[in-house]
Protein backbone atom coordinates (compact mmCIF):
# COMPACT_ATOMS: atom_id res chain seq x y z
CA UNK A 1 0.00 0.00 0.00
CA UNK A 2 3.15 2.56 0.45
CA UNK A 3 4.03 2.28 -3.17
CA UNK A 4 0.78 3.80 -4.18
CA UNK A 5 0.18 7.45 -4.95
CA UNK A 6 -2.73 9.79 -5.41
CA UNK A 7 -2.27 12.76 -7.52
CA UNK A 8 -2.73 15.88 -6.47
CA UNK A 9 -4.18 17.06 -9.25
CA UNK A 10 -6.68 14.50 -10.76
CA UNK A 11 -6.34 12.54 -7.30
CA UNK A 12 -6.18 8.82 -9.06
CA UNK A 13 -4.45 6.59 -7.30
CA UNK A 14 -1.17 5.23 -9.24
CA UNK A 15 1.39 2.80 -8.04
CA UNK A 16 4.67 3.70 -7.74
CA UNK A 17 7.26 2.59 -10.53
CA UNK A 18 10.45 0.66 -9.15
CA UNK A 19 12.05 3.39 -10.29
CA UNK A 20 10.62 5.43 -7.90
CA UNK A 21 9.03 9.39 -9.46
CA UNK A 22 11.34 9.65 -12.69
CA UNK A 23 8.67 6.23 -13.91
CA UNK A 24 5.55 8.50 -12.44
CA UNK A 25 3.22 9.31 -15.73
CA UNK A 26 3.96 13.03 -17.06
CA UNK A 27 1.79 16.05 -15.62
CA UNK A 28 0.65 17.22 -19.05
CA UNK A 29 -0.86 20.36 -17.41
CA UNK A 30 2.72 21.03 -16.05
CA UNK A 31 4.97 20.27 -18.51
CA UNK A 32 2.94 21.29 -21.72
CA UNK A 33 4.31 24.42 -22.16
CA UNK A 34 7.99 23.04 -22.14
CA UNK A 35 7.03 20.20 -24.23
CA UNK A 36 6.07 22.80 -26.80
CA UNK A 37 9.39 24.05 -27.11
CA UNK A 38 11.24 23.68 -30.43
CA UNK A 39 14.03 21.40 -28.51
CA UNK A 40 13.55 17.74 -27.37
CA UNK A 41 13.11 16.83 -23.66
CA UNK A 42 14.55 13.05 -23.93
CA UNK A 43 18.30 14.33 -25.60
CA UNK A 44 18.51 16.19 -21.66
CA UNK A 45 20.77 13.07 -20.03
CA UNK A 46 23.52 13.94 -17.83
CA UNK A 47 26.30 15.79 -19.27
CA UNK A 48 24.40 16.98 -22.78
CA UNK A 49 24.05 20.55 -23.00
CA UNK A 50 20.97 22.64 -24.08
CA UNK A 51 22.64 23.43 -27.35
CA UNK A 52 23.25 19.92 -28.26
CA UNK A 53 19.42 18.68 -27.84
CA UNK A 54 17.32 17.79 -31.18
CA UNK A 55 14.58 19.29 -32.42
CA UNK A 56 10.97 18.10 -31.67
CA UNK A 57 9.00 16.62 -34.82
CA UNK A 58 6.17 14.56 -33.16
CA UNK A 59 4.31 13.81 -30.68
CA UNK A 60 3.14 10.20 -28.66
CA UNK A 61 -0.36 10.76 -27.25
CA UNK A 62 -0.11 7.33 -25.18
CA UNK A 63 3.07 8.81 -23.45
CA UNK A 64 2.57 12.05 -23.43
CA UNK A 65 6.35 13.09 -24.98
CA UNK A 66 7.59 15.37 -27.55
CA UNK A 67 10.55 13.65 -29.87
CA UNK A 68 13.20 13.74 -31.87
CA UNK A 69 13.78 11.90 -35.22
CA UNK A 70 16.30 10.12 -33.41
CA UNK A 71 14.69 9.19 -30.39
CA UNK A 72 11.36 8.92 -32.56
CA UNK A 73 13.47 5.46 -34.13
CA UNK A 74 14.19 4.76 -30.79
CA UNK A 75 10.83 5.01 -29.48
CA UNK A 76 9.31 2.55 -32.13
CA UNK A 77 11.95 -0.07 -31.77
CA UNK A 78 11.48 -0.67 -28.39
CA UNK A 79 7.93 -1.21 -29.03
CA UNK A 80 6.42 1.66 -28.90
CA UNK A 81 5.63 2.09 -33.09
CA UNK A 82 2.38 3.67 -34.37
CA UNK A 83 0.64 0.16 -34.08
CA UNK A 84 0.45 0.66 -30.49
CA UNK A 85 1.09 3.77 -29.57
CA UNK A 86 -0.55 7.33 -31.15
CA UNK A 87 2.10 9.45 -32.80
CA UNK A 88 0.72 12.86 -34.38
CA UNK A 89 1.78 15.71 -35.41
CA UNK A 90 2.75 18.60 -33.31
CA UNK A 91 0.29 21.74 -34.81
CA UNK A 92 -2.63 18.45 -34.06
CA UNK A 93 -1.30 18.09 -30.37
CA UNK A 94 -1.46 21.40 -29.81
CA UNK A 95 -5.28 21.76 -31.62
CA UNK A 96 -6.80 18.48 -29.44
CA UNK A 97 -4.77 19.90 -26.11
CA UNK A 98 -6.81 23.60 -26.70
CA UNK A 99 -9.73 21.72 -27.05
CA UNK A 100 -9.39 19.35 -24.10
CA UNK A 101 -8.99 22.63 -22.35
CA UNK A 102 -11.53 24.43 -23.92
CA UNK A 103 -14.24 21.68 -22.68
CA UNK A 104 -12.55 20.53 -18.87
CA UNK A 105 -14.17 22.31 -15.79
CA UNK A 106 -12.37 25.31 -13.90
CA UNK A 107 -11.17 24.27 -10.67
CA UNK A 108 -10.67 25.60 -7.36
CA UNK A 109 -6.89 26.06 -7.26
CA UNK A 110 -6.92 25.71 -3.41
CA UNK A 111 -9.54 22.38 -3.16
CA UNK A 112 -9.13 21.20 -6.66
CA UNK A 113 -12.80 21.14 -7.24
CA UNK A 114 -15.03 22.48 -10.30
CA UNK A 115 -15.66 26.50 -9.37
CA UNK A 116 -19.83 26.23 -8.97
CA UNK A 117 -20.20 28.51 -6.90
CA UNK A 118 -19.79 32.50 -6.49
CA UNK A 119 -19.53 34.73 -3.50
CA UNK A 120 -20.82 37.87 -3.99
CA UNK A 121 -18.97 39.54 -1.00
CA UNK A 122 -15.39 38.95 -2.19
CA UNK A 123 -16.31 38.99 -6.07
CA UNK A 124 -14.79 35.66 -6.64
CA UNK A 125 -15.92 32.14 -7.77
CA UNK A 126 -15.43 28.97 -5.32
CA UNK A 127 -16.04 25.34 -5.18
CA UNK A 128 -18.26 23.48 -2.66
CA UNK A 129 -15.57 23.40 0.13
CA UNK A 130 -14.80 27.39 -0.12
CA UNK A 131 -18.39 27.45 0.52
CA UNK A 132 -18.91 25.01 3.43
CA UNK A 133 -15.87 24.49 5.27
CA UNK A 134 -13.20 27.25 3.22
CA UNK A 135 -12.70 30.82 3.99
CA UNK A 136 -16.23 31.76 2.69
CA UNK A 137 -17.64 29.54 5.15
CA UNK A 138 -20.63 31.91 6.69
CA UNK A 139 -20.58 34.07 3.56
CA UNK A 140 -24.54 35.53 3.31
CA UNK A 141 -23.93 36.20 -0.43
CA UNK A 142 -23.38 32.58 -2.00
CA UNK A 143 -25.31 31.81 -5.31
CA UNK A 144 -24.74 29.08 -7.93
CA UNK A 145 -22.69 30.22 -10.59
CA UNK A 146 -25.27 29.93 -13.50
CA UNK A 147 -27.46 32.33 -11.19
CA UNK A 148 -24.78 35.06 -11.26
CA UNK A 149 -24.28 34.42 -14.92
CA UNK A 150 -28.14 35.03 -15.66
CA UNK A 151 -27.92 38.11 -13.67
CA UNK A 152 -25.26 39.56 -15.46
CA UNK A 153 -26.96 38.55 -18.59
CA UNK A 154 -30.05 40.08 -17.91
CA UNK A 155 -28.35 43.64 -16.32
CA UNK A 156 -26.20 43.71 -19.64
CA UNK A 157 -29.07 43.18 -21.74
CA UNK A 158 -30.95 45.81 -19.49
CA UNK A 159 -27.91 48.21 -19.89
CA UNK A 160 -27.51 47.31 -24.06
CA UNK A 161 -30.99 48.28 -24.50
CA UNK A 162 -31.15 51.14 -22.85
CA UNK A 163 -28.06 52.24 -25.17
CA UNK A 164 -29.27 50.98 -28.32
CA UNK A 165 -32.72 52.66 -27.00
CA UNK A 166 -31.29 56.15 -25.36
CA UNK A 167 -27.47 56.25 -25.41
CA UNK A 168 -26.50 55.24 -29.01
CA UNK A 169 -30.48 57.60 -30.48
CA UNK A 170 -29.01 60.16 -28.46
CA UNK A 171 -25.30 59.83 -29.99
CA UNK A 172 -26.59 59.31 -33.65
CA UNK A 173 -28.48 62.78 -33.37
CA UNK A 174 -25.31 64.38 -31.95
CA UNK A 175 -23.60 63.12 -34.57
CA UNK A 176 -25.65 64.36 -37.02
CA UNK A 177 -26.49 67.71 -35.31
CA UNK A 178 -22.33 68.13 -35.09
CA UNK A 179 -22.07 66.80 -39.53
CA UNK A 180 -25.36 69.60 -40.11
CA UNK A 181 -23.25 72.07 -38.19
CA UNK A 182 -20.14 71.02 -40.15
CA UNK A 183 -21.55 71.53 -43.41
CA UNK A 184 -23.79 74.33 -42.42
CA UNK A 185 -20.44 76.65 -41.20
CA UNK A 186 -18.29 75.16 -44.82
CA UNK A 187 -21.05 76.67 -46.83
CA UNK A 188 -21.31 79.83 -44.54
CA UNK A 189 -17.74 80.48 -44.65
CA UNK A 190 -17.82 80.06 -48.17
CA UNK A 191 -20.61 82.61 -48.29
CA UNK A 192 -18.55 84.81 -46.49
CA UNK A 193 -15.80 84.50 -48.47
CA UNK A 194 -17.98 85.35 -51.20
CA UNK A 195 -19.19 88.59 -49.35
CA UNK A 196 -15.62 89.56 -48.76
CA UNK A 197 -14.75 88.95 -52.47
CA UNK A 198 -17.61 90.90 -53.63
CA UNK A 199 -17.17 93.80 -50.92
CA UNK A 200 -13.04 93.75 -51.65
CA UNK A 201 -14.27 94.84 -55.57
CA UNK A 202 -16.63 97.35 -54.39
CA UNK A 203 -14.20 99.00 -52.76
CA UNK A 204 -11.48 98.36 -55.92
CA UNK A 205 -14.24 100.14 -57.89
CA UNK A 206 -14.91 102.86 -55.40
CA UNK A 207 -10.70 103.88 -55.28
CA UNK A 208 -11.06 103.61 -58.80
CA UNK A 209 -13.51 106.08 -59.20
CA UNK A 210 -11.59 108.06 -56.37
CA UNK A 211 -8.83 107.95 -58.37
CA UNK A 212 -10.56 109.71 -61.23
CA UNK A 213 -11.56 112.10 -59.33
CA UNK A 214 -8.71 113.21 -57.70
CA UNK A 215 -7.13 113.15 -61.06
CA UNK A 216 -10.18 115.62 -62.29
CA UNK A 217 -9.40 117.72 -59.22
CA UNK A 218 -5.87 118.36 -60.88
CA UNK A 219 -6.86 119.13 -64.02
CA UNK A 220 -9.36 121.68 -62.68
CA UNK A 221 -6.56 123.44 -60.61
CA UNK A 222 -4.40 123.30 -63.59
CA UNK A 223 -6.64 124.94 -65.81
CA UNK A 224 -8.17 127.40 -63.65
CA UNK A 225 -3.98 128.40 -62.48
CA UNK A 226 -3.40 128.29 -65.86
CA UNK A 227 -5.94 130.76 -66.89
CA UNK A 228 -4.47 132.80 -64.16
CA UNK A 229 -1.16 133.06 -65.56
CA UNK A 230 -1.98 133.72 -68.93
CA UNK A 231 -3.99 136.74 -67.99
CA UNK A 232 -1.29 137.71 -65.99
CA UNK A 233 1.46 137.31 -68.82
CA UNK A 234 -0.40 139.20 -71.56
CA UNK A 235 -0.60 142.08 -68.65
CA UNK A 236 2.89 142.06 -68.03
CA UNK A 237 3.41 141.93 -72.01
CA UNK A 238 1.01 145.12 -72.18
CA UNK A 239 2.63 146.54 -69.70
CA UNK A 240 6.22 146.31 -70.83
CA UNK A 241 5.71 147.32 -74.13
CA UNK A 242 3.94 150.40 -72.95
CA UNK A 243 7.04 151.22 -70.99
CA UNK A 244 9.18 150.89 -73.39
CA UNK A 245 7.55 153.26 -75.96
CA UNK A 246 8.05 155.97 -72.48
CA UNK A 247 11.62 155.47 -72.42
CA UNK A 248 12.03 155.63 -76.70
CA UNK A 249 9.85 158.26 -76.96
CA UNK A 250 11.83 160.37 -74.08
CA UNK A 251 14.59 159.18 -75.78
CA UNK A 252 13.59 160.57 -79.20
CA UNK A 253 12.88 164.23 -77.49
CA UNK A 254 16.18 164.65 -76.21
CA UNK A 255 17.44 163.79 -79.54
CA UNK A 256 15.71 166.63 -81.48
CA UNK A 257 16.35 169.47 -78.80
CA UNK A 258 20.34 168.69 -78.38
CA UNK A 259 20.44 168.99 -82.35
CA UNK A 260 17.48 171.45 -83.59
CA UNK A 261 18.38 173.57 -85.92
CA UNK A 262 15.68 176.05 -85.90
CA UNK A 263 15.37 179.63 -85.40
CA UNK A 264 15.22 181.46 -82.37
CA UNK A 265 11.20 181.92 -82.65
CA UNK A 266 10.97 178.47 -84.00
CA UNK A 267 12.65 177.03 -81.20
CA UNK A 268 10.93 178.89 -78.37
CA UNK A 269 7.95 177.95 -79.86
CA UNK A 270 8.64 174.14 -79.98
CA UNK A 271 10.22 174.23 -76.92
CA UNK A 272 6.60 175.19 -75.19
CA UNK A 273 5.19 172.22 -77.12
CA UNK A 274 7.75 169.92 -76.00
CA UNK A 275 7.44 170.89 -72.61
CA UNK A 276 3.49 169.91 -72.79
CA UNK A 277 4.64 166.70 -74.61
CA UNK A 278 6.83 166.07 -71.81
CA UNK A 279 4.92 166.83 -69.17
CA UNK A 280 2.37 164.07 -70.54
CA UNK A 281 4.86 161.83 -71.23
CA UNK A 282 5.68 162.09 -67.06
CA UNK A 283 2.64 161.68 -66.22
CA UNK A 284 1.90 158.57 -68.00
CA UNK A 285 5.78 157.11 -67.00
CA UNK A 286 4.65 157.78 -63.42
CA UNK A 287 1.43 156.08 -63.84
CA UNK A 288 3.14 152.68 -64.85
CA UNK A 289 5.98 153.47 -62.68
CA UNK A 290 3.43 153.42 -59.44
CA UNK A 291 1.68 149.68 -60.65
CA UNK A 292 2.42 147.13 -58.43
CA UNK A 293 2.61 143.59 -59.46
CA UNK A 294 0.56 142.08 -56.29
CA UNK A 295 -0.42 138.98 -57.97
CA UNK A 296 2.48 137.84 -59.25
CA UNK A 297 3.46 134.01 -58.79
CA UNK A 298 6.31 132.73 -56.59
CA UNK A 299 8.71 130.74 -58.75
CA UNK A 300 6.65 127.29 -56.91
CA UNK A 301 3.97 126.93 -57.16
CA UNK A 302 1.71 124.99 -54.01
CA UNK A 303 0.11 122.07 -55.66
CA UNK A 304 0.83 118.93 -53.87
CA UNK A 305 -0.70 115.52 -53.01
CA UNK A 306 -0.76 114.23 -49.37
CA UNK A 307 -0.38 110.86 -49.77
CA UNK A 308 -1.69 108.37 -47.19
CA UNK A 309 1.08 105.60 -45.36
CA UNK A 310 0.45 101.77 -46.34
CA UNK A 311 -0.28 101.14 -42.91
CA UNK A 312 -3.37 103.67 -42.93
CA UNK A 313 -4.15 102.73 -45.77
CA UNK A 314 -4.67 99.14 -44.98
CA UNK A 315 -6.27 99.44 -41.72
CA UNK A 316 -8.48 102.13 -43.63
CA UNK A 317 -9.08 99.11 -46.12
CA UNK A 318 -9.72 96.59 -43.42
CA UNK A 319 -12.17 99.41 -42.01
CA UNK A 320 -13.94 99.19 -45.38
CA UNK A 321 -13.93 95.68 -45.99
CA UNK A 322 -15.68 94.98 -42.47
CA UNK A 323 -15.05 92.79 -39.56
CA UNK A 324 -14.61 88.62 -39.87
CA UNK A 325 -16.23 87.18 -36.66
CA UNK A 326 -17.59 84.14 -35.46
CA UNK A 327 -20.79 85.55 -34.09
CA UNK A 328 -22.37 82.62 -32.39
CA UNK A 329 -25.36 83.52 -29.87
CA UNK A 330 -24.26 82.99 -26.13
CA UNK A 331 -26.92 82.77 -23.23
CA UNK A 332 -25.15 85.89 -21.46
CA UNK A 333 -26.59 87.83 -23.77
CA UNK A 334 -29.54 86.49 -24.81
CA UNK A 335 -32.68 87.14 -23.71
CA UNK A 336 -36.89 86.34 -23.44
CA UNK A 337 -38.53 88.73 -25.51
CA UNK A 338 -41.68 90.12 -23.58
CA UNK A 339 -43.49 88.55 -20.91
CA UNK A 340 -42.02 85.50 -19.38
CA UNK A 341 -45.59 84.66 -16.98
CA UNK A 342 -48.33 83.55 -19.71
CA UNK A 343 -51.71 81.46 -19.01
CA UNK A 344 -53.51 79.06 -21.69
CA UNK A 345 -55.77 75.90 -20.99
CA UNK A 346 -55.39 72.55 -20.79
CA UNK A 347 -54.33 71.83 -25.03
CA UNK A 348 -53.88 74.71 -25.97
CA UNK A 349 -50.62 76.28 -27.17
CA UNK A 350 -48.42 79.46 -25.68
CA UNK A 351 -45.81 81.00 -27.28
CA UNK A 352 -42.76 82.24 -26.27
CA UNK A 353 -39.72 84.78 -27.96
CA UNK A 354 -36.41 84.18 -27.56
CA UNK A 355 -33.86 86.89 -29.01
CA UNK A 356 -30.43 85.62 -29.76
CA UNK A 357 -27.66 87.59 -29.59
CA UNK A 358 -23.76 87.70 -29.90
CA UNK A 359 -21.03 88.31 -26.86
CA UNK A 360 -21.11 92.14 -28.31
CA UNK A 361 -25.11 92.15 -27.36
CA UNK A 362 -25.80 92.42 -31.47
CA UNK A 363 -29.32 90.06 -32.45
CA UNK A 364 -27.83 87.47 -35.05
CA UNK A 365 -28.94 88.00 -38.52
CA UNK A 366 -29.41 84.51 -39.48
CA UNK A 367 -30.55 81.47 -37.35
CA UNK A 368 -29.27 77.83 -36.72
CA UNK A 369 -28.62 77.92 -33.21
CA UNK A 370 -29.51 75.35 -30.99
CA UNK A 371 -32.35 75.96 -28.76
CA UNK A 372 -33.19 73.42 -25.94
CA UNK A 373 -36.13 73.86 -23.43
CA UNK A 374 -36.23 71.48 -19.74
CA UNK A 375 -38.82 71.32 -17.67
CA UNK A 376 -37.80 72.12 -14.04
CA UNK A 377 -40.68 72.39 -12.45
CA UNK A 378 -44.08 70.13 -13.33
CA UNK A 379 -47.74 69.92 -11.47
CA UNK A 380 -46.83 66.71 -10.40
CA UNK A 381 -43.89 64.75 -10.04
CA UNK A 382 -45.26 61.80 -11.90
CA UNK A 383 -46.47 63.58 -15.11
CA UNK A 384 -45.05 63.98 -18.60
CA UNK A 385 -42.94 66.92 -19.83
CA UNK A 386 -45.26 69.39 -21.77
CA UNK A 387 -44.64 69.26 -25.68
CA UNK A 388 -42.27 71.93 -27.32
CA UNK A 389 -41.67 73.46 -30.65
CA UNK A 390 -39.13 75.59 -31.30
CA UNK A 391 -39.05 77.56 -34.86
CA UNK A 392 -36.64 79.04 -35.69
CA UNK A 393 -37.39 82.69 -37.99
CA UNK A 394 -33.99 82.67 -39.45
CA UNK A 395 -33.35 86.32 -38.52
CA UNK A 396 -32.30 85.43 -35.00
CA UNK A 397 -35.45 85.22 -33.26
CA UNK A 398 -36.92 81.79 -32.16
CA UNK A 399 -40.41 80.93 -31.28
CA UNK A 400 -40.97 78.24 -28.64
CA UNK A 401 -44.37 76.59 -28.59
CA UNK A 402 -45.69 74.87 -25.78
CA UNK A 403 -48.69 72.86 -25.28
CA UNK A 404 -49.29 71.56 -21.70
CA UNK A 405 -52.01 68.89 -21.44
CA UNK A 406 -53.14 69.15 -17.60
CA UNK A 407 -53.76 72.28 -15.11
CA UNK A 408 -51.00 73.67 -13.15
CA UNK A 409 -47.93 75.74 -12.68
CA UNK A 410 -45.13 74.69 -15.08
CA UNK A 411 -41.61 76.67 -15.40
CA UNK A 412 -38.89 75.89 -17.76
CA UNK A 413 -35.71 76.33 -18.27
CA UNK A 414 -33.77 77.51 -22.07
CA UNK A 415 -30.48 76.83 -23.26
CA UNK A 416 -28.83 78.21 -26.16
CA UNK A 417 -26.24 76.78 -27.99
CA UNK A 418 -25.55 74.92 -24.30
CA UNK A 419 -25.34 78.08 -22.39
CA UNK A 420 -28.36 78.43 -20.06
CA UNK A 421 -30.55 82.16 -20.17
CA UNK A 422 -30.54 83.64 -17.07
CA UNK A 423 -34.73 84.15 -17.52
CA UNK A 424 -36.75 81.21 -16.70
CA UNK A 425 -39.97 80.57 -18.39
CA UNK A 426 -43.51 80.06 -16.52
CA UNK A 427 -46.87 78.80 -17.57
CA UNK A 428 -49.73 78.74 -15.84
CA UNK A 429 -52.49 76.37 -17.15
CA UNK A 430 -55.82 76.79 -15.73
CA UNK A 431 -59.40 76.55 -16.81
CA UNK A 432 -60.22 80.15 -17.83
CA UNK A 433 -63.32 81.63 -19.64
CA UNK A 434 -62.35 84.92 -21.57
CA UNK A 435 -60.17 85.78 -18.71
CA UNK A 436 -57.13 83.59 -20.47
CA UNK A 437 -54.72 86.64 -20.48
CA UNK A 438 -55.32 88.00 -16.93
CA UNK A 439 -52.14 86.34 -14.81
CA UNK A 440 -53.37 87.68 -11.70
CA UNK A 441 -56.90 89.70 -10.59
CA UNK A 442 -57.75 91.08 -6.89
CA UNK A 443 -57.41 88.88 -4.20
CA UNK A 444 -60.46 89.36 -1.78
CA UNK A 445 -58.28 87.78 1.27
CA UNK A 446 -56.06 90.77 0.85
CA UNK A 447 -58.17 93.97 0.56
CA UNK A 448 -59.61 96.05 2.97
CA UNK A 449 -63.13 96.57 4.53
CA UNK A 450 -63.52 99.63 2.59
CA UNK A 451 -62.58 98.37 -0.38
CA UNK A 452 -65.21 96.36 -3.01
CA UNK A 453 -63.92 94.07 -5.93
CA UNK A 454 -66.60 93.03 -8.80
CA UNK A 455 -67.89 89.71 -9.41
CA UNK A 456 -64.97 89.12 -12.19
CA UNK A 457 -62.22 90.30 -9.79
CA UNK A 458 -60.79 92.89 -12.54
CA UNK A 459 -62.31 95.80 -10.86
CA UNK A 460 -61.85 97.77 -7.57
CA UNK A 461 -64.46 100.50 -5.77
CA UNK A 462 -63.38 102.53 -2.42
CA UNK A 463 -66.51 102.58 -0.13
CA UNK A 464 -64.72 105.10 2.57
CA UNK A 465 -64.42 108.56 2.99
CA UNK A 466 -60.81 109.95 3.87
CA UNK A 467 -58.69 106.73 5.00
CA UNK A 468 -56.63 105.50 3.38
CA UNK A 469 -57.65 101.44 2.00
CA UNK A 470 -54.74 99.45 -0.22
CA UNK A 471 -55.29 95.50 -1.73
CA UNK A 472 -52.72 93.08 -3.35
CA UNK A 473 -52.96 90.91 -6.40
CA UNK A 474 -53.56 87.17 -6.31
CA UNK A 475 -50.65 86.90 -7.87
CA UNK A 476 -46.67 87.70 -7.59
CA UNK A 477 -43.46 87.40 -9.20
CA UNK A 478 -39.83 85.93 -8.20
CA UNK A 479 -37.76 85.50 -11.09
CA UNK A 480 -38.30 87.11 -15.04
CA UNK A 481 -40.83 89.40 -16.17
CA UNK A 482 -44.15 90.31 -16.06
CA UNK A 483 -46.51 93.43 -17.33
CA UNK A 484 -49.89 94.52 -15.88
CA UNK A 485 -51.93 97.58 -16.73
CA UNK A 486 -54.23 99.48 -14.54
CA UNK A 487 -57.28 101.99 -15.77
CA UNK A 488 -57.95 104.89 -13.63
CA UNK A 489 -61.51 104.97 -14.01
CA UNK A 490 -63.06 107.46 -11.08
CA UNK A 491 -61.11 109.57 -8.78
CA UNK A 492 -61.91 113.46 -7.20
CA UNK A 493 -58.54 114.08 -6.16
CA UNK A 494 -56.05 111.24 -7.58
CA UNK A 495 -55.52 110.16 -4.40
CA UNK A 496 -54.09 106.43 -6.11
CA UNK A 497 -51.30 104.54 -4.84
CA UNK A 498 -49.97 102.11 -7.51
CA UNK A 499 -46.89 99.78 -7.39
CA UNK A 500 -45.71 96.49 -5.98
CA UNK A 501 -45.45 95.54 -2.43
CA UNK A 502 -44.14 92.39 -0.69
CA UNK A 503 -46.78 90.53 1.04
CA UNK A 504 -45.18 88.82 4.56
CA UNK A 505 -45.74 92.18 7.14
CA UNK A 506 -47.65 94.42 4.67
CA UNK A 507 -51.01 94.62 6.54
CA UNK A 508 -49.04 95.94 9.53
CA UNK A 509 -48.37 98.55 7.43
CA UNK A 510 -50.53 98.94 4.89
CA UNK A 511 -52.06 102.45 5.43
CA UNK A 512 -48.31 104.13 5.46
CA UNK A 513 -46.80 102.37 2.35
CA UNK A 514 -43.66 101.88 4.16
CA UNK A 515 -43.20 98.70 2.40
CA UNK A 516 -44.36 100.13 -0.81
CA UNK A 517 -42.53 100.72 -4.08
CA UNK A 518 -45.08 102.83 -5.99
CA UNK A 519 -46.55 106.38 -7.50
CA UNK A 520 -48.98 108.94 -6.29
CA UNK A 521 -51.50 109.80 -8.70
CA UNK A 522 -52.74 113.44 -7.06
CA UNK A 523 -48.57 114.68 -7.60
CA UNK A 524 -47.11 111.69 -10.02
CA UNK A 525 -44.37 111.62 -7.38
CA UNK A 526 -42.43 108.15 -6.69
CA UNK A 527 -42.89 106.31 -3.21
CA UNK A 528 -39.74 104.09 -1.93
CA UNK A 529 -40.29 102.96 1.43
CA UNK A 530 -41.60 106.08 2.94
CA UNK A 531 -39.25 107.99 1.02
CA UNK A 532 -40.76 110.93 -1.89
CA UNK A 533 -38.67 111.78 -5.28
CA UNK A 534 -39.45 113.60 -8.20
CA UNK A 535 -40.95 111.51 -11.08
CA UNK A 536 -44.22 112.37 -13.52
CA UNK A 537 -46.79 114.33 -14.08
CA UNK A 538 -50.07 113.67 -12.20
CA UNK A 539 -52.91 110.88 -13.40
CA UNK A 540 -56.21 111.57 -15.00
CA UNK A 541 -59.07 109.53 -15.10
CA UNK A 542 -58.66 107.60 -18.36
CA UNK A 543 -55.50 107.32 -18.04
CA UNK A 544 -54.50 103.89 -18.60
CA UNK A 545 -51.13 102.82 -16.63
CA UNK A 546 -48.19 99.97 -17.80
CA UNK A 547 -46.43 98.02 -15.37
CA UNK A 548 -43.07 96.75 -16.49
CA UNK A 549 -41.72 94.36 -13.49
CA UNK A 550 -38.24 93.03 -14.07
CA UNK A 551 -37.33 90.75 -10.78
CA UNK A 552 -34.16 89.63 -12.27
CA UNK A 553 -33.00 93.06 -12.74
CA UNK A 554 -34.78 94.18 -9.32
CA UNK A 555 -36.47 97.20 -11.35
CA UNK A 556 -40.02 98.49 -11.60
CA UNK A 557 -41.10 100.44 -14.61
CA UNK A 558 -44.51 102.70 -14.80
CA UNK A 559 -45.68 104.14 -18.55
CA UNK A 560 -48.38 106.39 -18.80
CA UNK A 561 -49.82 105.03 -22.30
CA UNK A 562 -51.87 108.71 -22.54
CA UNK A 563 -48.68 111.43 -22.26
CA UNK A 564 -46.14 108.71 -22.87
CA UNK A 565 -44.49 109.50 -19.81
CA UNK A 566 -42.17 106.84 -18.35
CA UNK A 567 -40.31 106.20 -14.78
CA UNK A 568 -38.58 103.61 -12.80
CA UNK A 569 -37.85 102.52 -9.25
CA UNK A 570 -34.54 100.53 -9.08
CA UNK A 571 -32.94 98.60 -6.05
CA UNK A 572 -35.82 96.35 -5.44
CA UNK A 573 -35.45 93.45 -2.85
CA UNK A 574 -34.84 90.29 -4.06
CA UNK A 575 -38.33 88.77 -2.72
CA UNK A 576 -41.73 87.93 -4.22
CA UNK A 577 -44.13 91.29 -5.66
CA UNK A 578 -47.43 91.48 -5.73
CA UNK A 579 -49.14 94.37 -7.55
CA UNK A 580 -50.19 96.81 -4.53
CA UNK A 581 -53.54 99.46 -4.87
CA UNK A 582 -54.50 101.94 -2.57
CA UNK A 583 -57.34 104.15 -2.54
CA UNK A 584 -58.64 107.31 -0.12
CA UNK A 585 -61.66 109.05 -1.82
CA UNK A 586 -65.55 108.01 -1.76
CA UNK A 587 -66.23 105.93 -4.90
CA UNK A 588 -62.69 106.28 -6.20
CA UNK A 589 -62.47 103.26 -8.90
CA UNK A 590 -59.43 101.70 -11.09
CA UNK A 591 -59.42 98.22 -13.18
CA UNK A 592 -57.09 95.68 -14.49
CA UNK A 593 -57.12 96.19 -18.26
CA UNK A 594 -55.64 93.51 -20.20
Known amino acids: RKRRVKCPQCRSVTRLPKNGAAGLPRDTSRTDEHSRTSRCVSCSVKGTREVERQTVVVWCAK ?49 NRPLEYFCKACGVCICGHCATIGRHHGHSQIVTVHKVADELQAEVQTKSKKIKDVTLPRAQRALE ?74 EQLAERRRFGSLSHNSIQHCEVNIVGVLTAVKERADVLDKVKFLETPDHHPHLVFSSTSEAEMMQKASELLGTVVSCEATAAQSCIEGNRHKHTKPGQSVVFSVIAK ?93 LTISSDKQTVIYDGQTDWSSALASRGARRGRCTWKVKIRKSQKMNIMVGVAEKPGLTAQRDNFMSAYCWFGYTGRKYVLGKWSESIRKFKVNDILQFDLD ?35 HYDSISLEW
Open 551 to 585: CDKHTLQITNLRSRETAKIENLPAAELFPYFALAN
Open 358 to 450: DRQGKTQIRGGDSIRVTWSRLPAADMAAPAVEVRDKGDGHYDIVCSPSRTGDYEAEVFINGGKLATTLVVGCCVLDDLQEKWFEFDSTECQAR
Open 177 to 250: QVEKVTSELTSRADQVQGEIRAASRLVVAAIETCEQKKLQEVDDIRVVRLKTLDRQQEELRQHTAALEGVVAFS
Open 63 to 111: CKVALCTNHLTEHILSGQGPSSHTIIGLSERDQSTDAQKGNSPALCGEH
